[in-house]
C-alpha cells in the first residue's frame, strides 16, 4: 500500500528520482541525485560499442517515466519560427519517416575534468576521469526529414531559424545551430534505439535527440519539444554551462564565447599492464643483476580511445613512454565496418606494446616515468600539452595529453 | 633581335622561367625559379584582404603564358568516371554559370616551417616564417554546379567518384576529396578574379581551384583538366609531399597517412612595438631609478592574425607576454562586414596592448622575455604547445604557439 492516512507518502512526492533506475554496479558513480557515472575504464576500449549497461550516464535532473506500452503515444510538438506547431507522436514518426541508423559516440564537455583539476588547478564541476564517453549505435529517424514534414525549408530556412531548441520531460533544454540539424551529412537523428534494444530510461526512452560530433549536452533525452528559432535556447545549460573561458578569465561575461558544440580532439589511456617475464629474460636478467623490482626494460601492453569530433577522423595516436621525449605509433582496431554514417562519428580504439626505458631510482628508491598519449585527426588538429595552458574554471574540455 | 645565328636564343628555349611575371619587390623571395615568396610580415595583420601584389606566392613551376585576349578561350576538359568528357572554355563558363563570391585565406602547408626548424630541428622545404598565409576576395562559378552541367550526380555522384583532380597548364596536378567539390555550403571555386581584379599570373590566370579551408597546395592554377575519380591525383605532390608524419618517424610509408586537405588551426605575432614612454612616466622612472635601456614595465602593442581551416571560426586568441606563464586576450578585429561565402573561410586579425612584466636582467646584462599567441576555433581546438612534438622531417603543418 503506498498511501498513509490515505495520503500518498510523503517521500515519493517529494523525491522526484524514487522512480530512476537501478544501475548497473560497474558504473563509477559520481553523484546519485542526478544520476551521474562514467564508464568503467576497463570497458572503455573493451569494445567499439559500449554495452548500454555502462554507457556513461548524465542526467541533469531526475529521469522521467514513460511506460513501455505508452511509448508510441509520446508526443513532440515542432514549432517553426512563423509559429506553426505540429505534434508527432512516435508512432507517427515510426510509420512514416525513413528508420535511420549511426554509430556515434557521444561526450560530456566534462570527460577528463579530473586531469585538469590534477594537474593544472581545481575546476568547478564533476570530476570525471577518462569516462564521460562512450559509443553506440542509434537508429531513429532524420531531425531534417521531421522539420521539413513539419514545413521547414531545407534549402532555405529563413533568417529567423538560426537554431534549433530542444526541451525534455524532465525540464532540460539546449540548442544546435540550423546547419547541424539539416546538413544532410550530419545525421542529426530522433533516436528511438541504442545498440539494437529500445532506448534504456538513462538513455532517454522513449525518444532523445542525437547530434553526431557534437558535445553530448545538445543530445536532448525523453524530448518533447523541438522549436526552430532565430535564438539559442535560453537555459543556463546553454548560455552558461557549457563554454570555455581563458587561463586567466575569472569573470564570466557568458555572451563573449561561443556554447560548446562540435567537440576537439582528445584521447586517453584507459588501461596499462606489464606484461610477465618470459622465463629466458627472467634468467638473463637474474644472471646479471640482483633481482629487483623494478619495471625499467619491461613490456607494457597500453591501451584507449581517441576521438575528434566534427565527424573528423583520427589520423594517428602517439605514445610516449618517457614523459613526451621520445614518440612512437599506437596500433588503431580496426573497427571500420561497424561504423554506421556520413562521416567518421566514431572514436578510434587503439593498442600499443612497447619496452619501458630504463629509468634511475628517485631518492624513495623508486623508479618512475609518465606514459602519454596525443591524437592527431584527419585535419591534423591535434591536443595542447598542458592543462595549464587551457585551464577555465568549470573544467570543461579538459584535452591536453592524456598522462 | 632574339635570334642567334637564326636560331633563338638557348637561354629563352630552356629556361622556361623567362616568361614569369616580375613581382613587387616587398614580397620575401625564398626561390626564383619556381617563385616562392612571403608575404612581408608588415603587410599580414594590416589589411583584411592581402592586396594582389603582397599575396604570397608558391609556385611549384614556371607561370604559364596566356595572353589577355585569349583568356575567354582557355579550355577546362572534364572528365566523369564514366569517361564521358566536355570542354568548358572560360568564356562559357562566364556567360552560362552564376557567379559566386568567396572570401578566403590560402595558406601553404609549409607556413611557419622556420618556426619548427628553428625550434625543434631541421625540416626539409622552403623555409617560410610567418608570410606563406594571405587572405583574398574570390570570384568565379561554383565548382559543384559545373560538374553537375557536366553530368555528375550531385546528389549520388556513385562509388566511383572519390576524388576530383585538377592540373594546371605548367603540369602541377592535385586533388580534393569529392565531399570537398561538391558541398554546397564548401564554397569550391573555379575562380577569374581576386580582390575585384583578373587573377594575377602568379595566382592563376586565367582560372584556378579555390577551396576554401584546404591547404592551398589543392587550389590548382592554371587548371586546364579535371577529373572525377575513385583515386587521388597521382602527383606526389598529392601521394607524398603533403602529409604529416610522427616525431619519430623517418622512413615515409607514404601511405599510412592521408593528405593534408582541411587545415588546422594556427596564428602568428606578425608585428611588434614598444609604445614610447609617455613624458611623465619618465620623468618617475628617472627620478628613481638610474635610466636603464629596458623594456621592463613598458607597454607593448602586438598584433598578428589567427585562421582555422574548414570553416571553423576563431573565438579567441591568448596572448602571453611571459612566454605562456600568464594569459591575456587580444582584441579580435571586427572584419566580418567584409567576409563572404557559407563559412568562416577567413582569417582574423587580432590586435593586443601590455605591460611587459619586469624581468631581472641575465648575466649579459640584459632583460629578455617572450612573446606568445595561440588560438582557439569554436570547435574548441587549440595550438600545440611545442613544436617539437609536431616535428615532422618535411616540416608541414608547424602549428605550435608562434613565440
Ligand atoms: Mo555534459
Ligand atoms: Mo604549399
Known amino acids: 500500500d503506498d498511501l498513509a492516512n490515505g495520503r500518498p507518502l510523503l517521500d515519493s512526492i517529494e523525491d522526484p528520482f524514487v522512480s530512476d533506475p537501478v544501475r548497473d554496479a560497474r558504473l563509477r558513480k559520481m553523484t546519485e541525485k542526478p544520476c551521474n557515472a562514467e564508464t568503467p575504464a576497463d570497458e ?9 549497461e555502462v554507457f556513461y550516464v548524465r542526467n541533469h535532473m531526475w529521469v522521467p517515466v514513460v511506460e513501455e506500452v505508452e511509448a508510441d503515444k ?62 553506440a549505435k542509434w537508429e531513429g529517424v532524420r531531425l531534417r526529414d521531421v522539420l521539413a514534414d513539419a514545413g521547414l525549408s531545407l534549402s532555405d530556412p529563413g533568417e529567423d531559424a538560426q537554431h534549433v531548441q530542444f526541451s525534455g520531460l524532465e525540464a532540460y533544454g539546449a540548442s544546435i545551430p540550423i546547419e547541424s540539424a539539416i546538413d544532410p551529412k550530419g545525421d542529426a537523428l530522433l533516436a528511438f534505439k541504442m545498440n539494437d534494444e529500445l532506448l534504456p530510461r538513462d538513455h532517454g526512452f522513449p525518444v532523445r535527440v542525437i547530434v553526431p560530433g557534437h558535445v553530448a549536452a545538445r543530445c536532448v533525452k525523453w524530448v518533447n519539444k ?68 623494478t619495471a625499467s626494460g619491461r613490456v607494457v601492453q597500453l591501451e584507449g ?17 618517457d614523459g613526451g621525449g621520445t614518440w612512437d605509433q599506437a596500433r588503431l582496431v580496426d573497427d571500420e565496418k561497424l561504423e554506421q554514417g556520413s562521416k567518421a562519428w566514431c572514436w578510434k580504439r587503439w593498442r600499443y606494446e612497447g ?28 591536443q595542447p600539452e598542458t592543462h595549464k595552458s587551457i585551464y577555465n574554471l568549470r573544467g570543461n574540455l579538459a584535452t591536453a595529453w592524456h598522462r
Open 44 to 52: 572503455l576500449a573493451e569494445s567499439f560499442l559500449t554495452p548500454n
Open 355 to 382: 619496452t619501458l626505458p630504463t629509468v634511475p631510482d628517485d631518492d624513495k628508491g623508486e623508479a618512475k616515468t609518465t606514459f602519454v598519449v596525443k591524437a592527431t585527426d584527419d585535419a591534423y588538429n591535434t
Open 305 to 321: 580511445y581517441a576521438y575528434s569530433g566534427g565527424g573528423r577522423e583520427i589520423q594517428r595516436v602517439d605514445i610516449s613512454l
Open 226 to 293: 523541438i522549436v526552430v528559432s532565430d535564438e539559442e535556447s535560453n537555459t543556463s545549460w546553454q548560455r552558461k554551462d557549457y563554454k570555455c573561458f581563458g587561463p586567466n578569465e575569472t569573470s564570466q561575461d557568458w555572451d563573449k564565447y561561443k556554447s560548446i558544440q562540435v567537440m576537439p580532439i582528445t584521447s586517453a589511456i584507459t588501461r596499462s599492464k606489464l606484461k610477465p617475464i618470459a622465463k629466458d629474460q627472467l634468467g638473463v636478467r637474474a644472471a646479471g643483476d640482483v633481482p629487483k623490482d
Open 74 to 135: 509520446h508526443g513532440i510538438n515542432i514549432e517553426l519560427p512563423d509559429g506553426d506547431v505540429r505534434t508527432y507522436s512516435i508512432g507517427e514518426l515510426k510509420a512514416r519517416f525513413k528508420q535511420h541508423t549511426v554509430t556515434a559516440v557521444l561526450q560530456c564537455s566534462g570527460n577528463r575534468r579530473n586531469d585538469m583539476t590534477r594537474l593544472a588547478k581545481q575546476t568547478n564541476g564533476l570530476q570525471w576521469t577518462v569516462g564521460a564517453i562512450s559509443c
